[in-house]
Nanobody, 122 residues
Framework: QVQLVESGGGLVQPGGSLTLSCAASGTILKIYNMGWYRQSPGKQRELVARITDADGTNYADSVKGRFTISRDNAKNTVYLQMSSLKPEDTAVYYC????????????????WGQGTQVTVSS
């Protein structure tokens, strides 16, 4: 079994910064893409940022220049550094990861964390 656990969410004022973490644990052979998504009330879940196992990154246009995604492969952890936060960044943030658990011939599965709330408000 594989689990993803997010941390670091909270309340921050506009213009402030916050860093989210997501640690994967369990039976893990290799982690490929890792990403952060967000969902606010009444809206669909959207991609915020993604990072490959070769450290290639891509970002939603709305967060480019403000957010930075990174990973620590030794810790099976992905981070999202958020700065210049805006009220419209308020959402539940979810991490996900594409993971092979037992062998390279086995299935590649996508796992999700439980989500962490980020609220940007004065």
């Amino acid at each position: 079994q594989v689990q993803l656990v997010e941390s670091g969410g909270g309340l921050v004022q506009p213009g402030g910064s916050l860093t989210l973490s997501c640690a994967a644990s369990g039976t893990i052979l290799k982690i490929y893409n890792m990403g952060w998504y967000r969902q606010s009330p009444g809206k669909q879940r959207e991609l915020v940022a993604r990072i490959t196992d070769a450290d290639g990154t891509n970002y939603a246009d709305s967060v480019k220049g403000r957010f930075t995604i990174s990973r620590d492969n030794a810790k099976n952890t992905v981070y999202l550094q958020m700065s210049s936060l805006k009220p419209e960044d308020t959402a539940v943030y979810y991490c996900n990861a594409d993971i092979r658990s037992r062998s390279y011939s086995g299935p590649l599965r996508t796992y999700w964390g439980q989500g962490t709330q980020v609220t940007v408000s004065s």
